[in-house]
């Protein structure tokens, strides 16, 4: 039986090849410019894929959070962990210390505060920390400026005992504002010069800089092409989506992650209503055009509204032979909130189900 | 310790006082009007919540999916469910009959196609199942368009073995977009009096309608004033959010769910970053005012932008002495969302963590 009939609606499919297709393409570059990818495990969760993550050869990967990072080391894919963001507080600094008895960890710092509890803690557990200063290129979220505030970071982290300072990241997500390929290609390389000059400064200060890391999917082949910038943690890149292949670069055929769902009602000619609403797409815009999402049979369909357990889809006159009971595939405008509502992903090679993969990090937010 | 200490975060937060006022305020509205309350279970998906619900007079419950159903009667709270949805495939119409077995079901109907399978199904498993016809009164989702086009299909299911027909519903969802009370009360009343007269030409047609169900916490007490509606499906108001709020007619006191979330980065005097993303929030819009949630403690700083496990708040003047570890509570736009992304909440009364509730139906998509 193939897989649409097969499976219960709403769900994930993951179509393999693509999956493969994707991992291999990322690896490929990568050791083409003779950097790491040191993958983010936040958009796919899954212990099997971390696993083909590794077997292309990256060696380490990047969690959002502890929790994603105790799923993944439980599942014992990888030897070393990469935090990507500022641990704070008493009950997280317990948990990193327990994380560290297990694998090598990193961690983010952006300020003196978390710095200090951090040293802290590892002085009193008889332990030594790798951190790494997070960098602020243009997203405006975290990070310090580039440059001087860098510097003065590295200074009080050289005095704080138990920490060990490894190198720099950065996010340089605002690459996802750019409208063209070309102008996405100029803000990546404005954000991987800033990082690069710092690691150059610090440096010149006689600070040792192993790891000057950028992040981000849409800016993989970018930023990285700025000498210097020594790996890379992308996440979507596993799966793409409806903001990733807006400008042009690849197209739905390389989005390996769907929402399998099903037609429900047909109120009017123009209306079909599926069981696939916020609960399952996630809410998050698209960049490109209107819609909560990307139909691969009906590419020219909208997904107008969606409420809780309802998608809207206003059809043009080609799509109306839609019935009550057909299913369709669906390309979410964002994959990684989408993977973070189900508890399963389903596989499918050659139109069958071949497996069923665990997101065992679904909903570590902590 | 107070649970701002006790507790790590993001998590979800539930004031006890409020959250059992908030039951009580609605039952108490519904025995005075005289109608039932079938509340929705999807915005808290909880046994607990659900027991609560019972107590305050509830006989029976509402489920948007199946899989919300078999959580809740796996917990034994109510015999008696309504799928305020359309049942649609193969694998689902087993589990329906499946829960036959066990509580006694009611599912909404939108047209023939869907209601000939349950019927199908009924006769060969000799079983009857009640149903209720879904009508459209202006949020133009799933349902049929009040008068004629319901009589048709009451006609038809007439004639459908196994199926046996006990009213009809709406969701006035659309109130939500009223801009004042007053224009919500109209809007609502519209739908209400739509629904009626749809009620009353099937009597008068010889059909027994025995339920006239309405939906929405917004329009809780303005469709229901409406005579003939005998009962309401609303599901938010157990927690309410800064959606149910911008109209006025409540304020951030009866909101009972709040996320406690800790400053993880102040990269500039008017930023400060917290460890609550699209991942614990949600991304579901504000129809009040700009911003990603309602921070309890500093209502003027608005949550400008967040990515999955950041939130960027822009901070007033008077909102600057926030330091990295000083931990706040918001309120999400929209809290079903906002639950369905935790496997638990923490109750919390006088100050203190009273109770652990896990949100059993949490992810039950299908």
Known sequence: MGFREALDTPCLVVHEEILEHNVNVMAHYARSRGINVRPHQKTHKTAEIARMQRDAGATSATCAKLGEAEALVGAGVFDEILIANQIVGEQKVKRLLALMDRVHMIVAVDGPEAAQALSDACVAAGKTLDVIIEVNTGLN????????????????????PGLRLRGIMTHEGHVAQAKTADELDAVAAKAGEALVATANLLRANGFEIDIVSAGSTPAAFSTTKVDGITEMRPGTYVFNDNTAFRIGRIGPERCALRILTTVISRPSPDRAIVDAGSKTLAMDPSPSKPGHGYIVEYPTA?????????????????????????????IPNHVCPTVNLQDEMFVVRDDEVVACWDIIGRGKVR
Not at 147 to 158: I, M, N, P, Q, S
Not at 302 to 329: C, F, M, N, Q
């Open 141 to 160: 979220r975290a990070g310090l400026t580039p440059g001087e505030d860098v510097l003065t970071l590295a200074r009080l982290l050289h005095e704080m």
């Open 302 to 330: 909208t997904i107008v509204r969606i409420s809780e357990e309802h998608g809207v889809i206003e059809l043009p006159e080609e799509a109306r032979g839609l019935k009550v009971g057909d299913r369709i595939e669906i």
